[in-house]
């Protein structure tokens, strides 16, 4: 036990220090203070001469058929580094003896965001690479992992831990190709958004009827949609392609909307799915917080034992709200086949549930924080994309793990503050 | 509990500086809610002792789990006929599944070659159970531990066996401990949920393995593929039956998996560690009221199960495929959560659970070769099982059998 008494010592001692702050906060500023001095570092002795004698770096702003021609944005890249470079030295030097206190998250997050403007100028040296495009490519690629985390909030709201997330998805993204290819992409879309509401309604009848352990229904949900999925993929799809090749939705550009400058191509210039997700997103906020059902289901999974004293029914609450939250799910199951690609191949959702999960956490637990984290994701993953393109000499493998080290990144830094429902994943009994 | 103005607010996920602060006026309520607490923990103890006790008894320790297997047969039956298969192929599937699990030595041999690292990833799965850990990493575990074990057995040449073996099984401990150690490390500090980051670990793992076997160290000479050298003979397993056949794969491995199980039931039952494991998985604010570290019960018990992970992963490299390809983990980590809470978390019971999964893993392949039903119908029939034996209510109102028995609940969402 010598380790919880230091954890103590240096507990009073961190109290003695600020009084404000908690021993953990004291190490967690130290560290990322450290952090950032090794970011400058890193840009300094590795990115800098990694640009020598390449001049600038370009970034396209505007798409070729766009009405408004924005021109592109150049940058030196040494030039540019050096300053970026003595940010980061500033930020971290400040961080590390002075401490920004109850600011040392926004001040990391720009310092990480620094560092991903280092790490952009540094393979775009030379060449010209269309900020746009991936700016595009990061709102798409958020979609299935916001609409993950909306799904999950849902859920977790009302008290039901949803694990099975990424079953939903891969659930949504089967039965979607497989009902477009034969009815068209709106009947796909129907039966996606079904088939995820048919698995919550799996995980509802086991949480609250059954009251068997939440994260395990949801790990079983995603073992046993993926098993099914390949089973079925190998044992029908092979044999039969034509159920494995849906129409997908194209981008529909939104008149006025679309054409401004930057925002327009971003934001309004995407599939209906991507559409669907800004709906669902702001609907569902509304809903949550400024209607009857928000109050009554966000009350039940905060303490179900009060509401049910005031009549609300606790179980009736909680099979709707996880039957929608995995109806949503579901939903973003369709973006993985008739969103983007129009055939499912086995696993092809790749994590992006689980990231949901960790963009809910994030997110706190609130639609539109969800969706800002979504974004941060889905800005990695369309970074990794475009580097591939670049050819920039990290290997791909390296690459496609970012979104998965953001992830751990963020709960393991965010989960202690932001708070879950009070009554997550606990099964209730009417007494 | 009310908080003295002066005491600085808890820190939020450091679970050690949680405790009472030394006050006096607070002493006397403390020392109540404290009693209060212990003896809550005194009777989740029970409980548990009761639950352990309990599976013993052939209702919810045999009859639901063969029910549950019974079930999810007939369920998996349904689902192929589904996707056209005819009802005779279906039962030549299943007679087949039957015939590769148990119908030839060579059979057998198969079925312990399979149930080898289930036993162990099994294991991996338990031990985190009964510290209230949900271990979903053993694949990315198995993965590192396979790696670093199939490293040593090809970089040290000209050691004799009893030296170089021990060693390069001992390496892909090591590697499974370390990959066991993050998850573990990251909930005892910053309270991250291990759900999330073992899975995560897992896709790392596995981009890890695709570009390590790329690497010169690795990739064997003259490849273009991903695959990595061959182990030294002096590293390899020796096989347990291959004085009768060297067809028959069943490897020293199963010996070592089942002294691992006896080793776990040991230090689950028969340590203050395991007991602490236990307490920590029964309620860990009891537990830490009580004066145990939750912190090095989370850390020592992942590390504990990322090297039985790891030790499967040695297994297999050493004793099965001699090298190690991509994705040569086979989806065997995964599996361990069901064998895991098939065995309801008992060492003994993952070795029963193991089996049963080693079969229907060999009789799979089988399946496909010969009547060409998918092999991933065995993930279908594990997940039911898995249903069916979490949810006893379940399985007793399609049988009608007597009172259910309390369903498992093992986490507790997110902010535990």
Redesign the interface.
């Known amino acids: 036990?010598s380790?919880?008494a230091a954890?103590?010592e240096a507990?009073v001692v961190g109290?003695r220090r600020t009084?404000l702050l908690?021993?953990?906060?004291v190490l967690r500023s130290r560290i990322s203070g450290i952090v950032m001095l090794a970011l400058a570092v890193v840009t300094m002795l590795v990115f800098v001469p990694g640009v020598a004698g390449t001049g600038t770096a370009t970034f396209g702003l505007s798409a070729a058929d766009e009405r408004i021609q924005l021109a592109p944005l150049s940058v030196p890249t040494t030039g540019s580094l050096w300053v970026l470079a003595a940010v980061l030295a500033f930020l971290g030097a400040t961080q590390l003896f002075r401490g920004f206190q109850r600011r040392s998250t926004l001040i990391l997050g720009i310092a990480f965001a620094v560092f991903v403007a280092v790490i952009m100028i540094w393979a775009a040296a030379g060449k010209e690479f269309s900020l746009i495009s991936m700016l595009e490519a990061t709102v798409a690629s958020a979609t299935p992992i916001a609409l993950g985390a909306l799904s999950g909030i849902l859920c977790e709201r009302s008290g039901v831990?949803n694990?099975g997330i990424e079953g939903m998805l891969l659930g949504g993204a089967f039965s979607g190709v497989v009902l477009g290819s034969l009815f068209g992409g709106w009947i796909g879309l129907l039966a996606a958004t079904l088939t995820g509401g048919v698995l919550a309604l799996l995980l509802a009848v086991?949480a609250v009827r059954?009251?068997?352990?939440?994260?395990?229904?949801g790990?079983?949900i995603n073992?046993?949609v993926?098993?099914?999925t390949?089973?079925?993929t190998?044992?029908?799809l092979v044999k039969r392609p034509e159920l494995n090749d849906a129409p997908i939705f194209r981008p529909v550009k939104i008149p006025v909307l679309g054409d401004i400058p930057i925002v327009g191509p971003i934001f309004f210039e995407q599939t209906v799915i991507v559409y669907g997700m800004f709906l669902l997103i702001a609907s569902v906020t509304f809903l949550l917080f400024r209607t009857r059902w928000g109050l009554r289901t966000r009350s039940v999974g905060e303490n179900p034992k009060a509401a049910d004293t005031l009549g609300i029914s606790v179980a009736r609450v909680r099979y709707l709200a996880v039957v929608y939250g995995g109806m949503v799910g579901g939903f973003a199951g369709a973006w993985f086949t008739i969103g983007t690609v129009g055939r499912f191949d086995e696993g092809m959702t790749?994590?992006r549930g689980?990231i949901g999960?960790?963009a809910m956490?994030f997110g706190a637990w609130n639609p539109i924080g969800a969706f800002g984290a979504a974004l941060v994701f889905g800005f990695f993953d369309s970074l990794q994309q475009k580097f591939a393109i670049l050819a920039t000499p990290i290997?791909s493998?390296?690459l496609?793990?970012a979104p998965?080290?953001v992830?751990?990144i963020v709960?393991?830094?965010l989960?202690?503050?932001s708070?879950?429902p009070?009554a997550?994943?606990?099964?209730y009994t009417k007494e | 509990m009310s908080q003295p103005p002066q005491t600085?607010?808890?820190?939020?996920?450091?679970h050690?500086?949680l405790?009472p602060t030394p006050d006096v006026t607070q002493a006397r309520d403390l020392r109540n809610s404290d009693r209060a607490v212990r003896e809550a923990a005194l009777r989740r103890e029970r409980g548990l002792l009761a639950r352990i006790t309990t599976s013993v008894d052939w209702r919810s320790g045999l009859l639901i789990p063969l029910l549950s297997v019974l079930t999810a047969l007939i369920v998996g039956g349904v689902?192929?006929m589904l996707?056209?298969?005819s009802l005779v192929d279906t039962l030549a599937a299943y007679r087949a599944l039957l015939v590769g699990s148990v119908g030839s030595v060579k059979a057998v041999s198969e079925t312990l070659t399979a149930t080898t690292p289930l036993i162990l990833t099994g294991l991996a799965v338990a031990i985190a159970f009964r510290a209230g850990l949900?271990n979903?990493g053993a694949e990315g575990q198995l993965l590192v531990g396979g790696m670093t074990a199939v490293l040593a057995g090809f970089t040290f040449t000209g050691l004799p066996l009893v030296i170089h073996l021990p060693l390069a099984v001992l390496a892909g401990v090591v590697g499974g401990a370390v990959w066991g150690f993050i998850p573990g490390f990251?909930k005892a500090r910053?309270?991250?949920?291990e759900?999330?980051?073992t899975?995560?670990?897992n896709?790392?793992a596995l981009?890890?393995v695709?570009?390590l076997l790329k690497t010169d160290v690795f990739q064997r000479e003259g490849r273009n593929d991903p695959i990595s050298k061959f182990v030294e003979p002096s590293a390899q397993l020796p096989l347990l039956l291959g004085w009768l056949d060297p067809a028959y794969r069943v490897h020293l491995g199963l010996i070592l998996a089942l002294i691992a199980a006896g080793f776990i039931n040991w230090l689950l039952f028969r340590t203050t560690t395991g007991f602490e494991f236990r307490a920590v998985g029964a309620n860990p604010s009891a537990a830490r009221y009580a004066?145990m570290?939750v912190?090095?019960v989370y850390i020592l018990v992942m590390v504990i199960a990322g090297g039985l992970a790891g030790l499967a992963g040695s297994g297999q490299v050493l004793g099965v495929l001699d090298r190690a390809s991509p994705g040569f983990s086979a989806s065997l980590g995964?599996d361990g959560?069901?064998v895991a809470?098939l065995g309801r978390s008992n060492p003994w019971g993952v070795v029963a659970a193991a089996v049963l999964f080693g079969g229907l893993r060999a009789g799979g392949q089988q399946m496909q070769a010969s009547v060409g039903?998918?092999i991933?119908?065995?993930?279908?029939i594990?997940?039911?099982i898995?249903?069916f034996v979490?949810?006893p209510?379940?399985i007793s109102a399609i049988y009608r059998l007597r009172a259910p028995s309390a369903?498992?609940?093992?986490?507790?969402?997110?902010?535990s």
Do not use: N
């Open positions: 036990m380790g919880s954890a103590r507990y109290e009084r908690t021993r953990s906060q831990v694990i086991l059954f009251r068997v352990d939440q994260i395990i229904i790990v079983v073992i046993l993926l098993g099914l390949s089973f079925l190998a044992q029908v790749g994590g689980f999960l960790a956490i290997p493998e390296f496609s793990m998965y080290l992830t751990i709960v393991a830094g989960v202690g503050r708070r879950p009070a997550d994943g606990q099964p | 600085p607010p808890p820190p939020d996920g450091d050690d500086t405790r689902i192929v996707a056209g298969v949900f979903i990251l910053t309270g991250a949920h759900v999330i980051v899975i995560m670990l896709f790392i981009r890890l695709d570009f004066g570290s912190t090095r995964f959560i069901a809470l039903v998918g991933d119908l065995i993930a279908v594990q997940a039911l898995i249903i979490a949810a209510p379940l369903s498992t609940q093992i986490s507790k969402g997110w902010a």
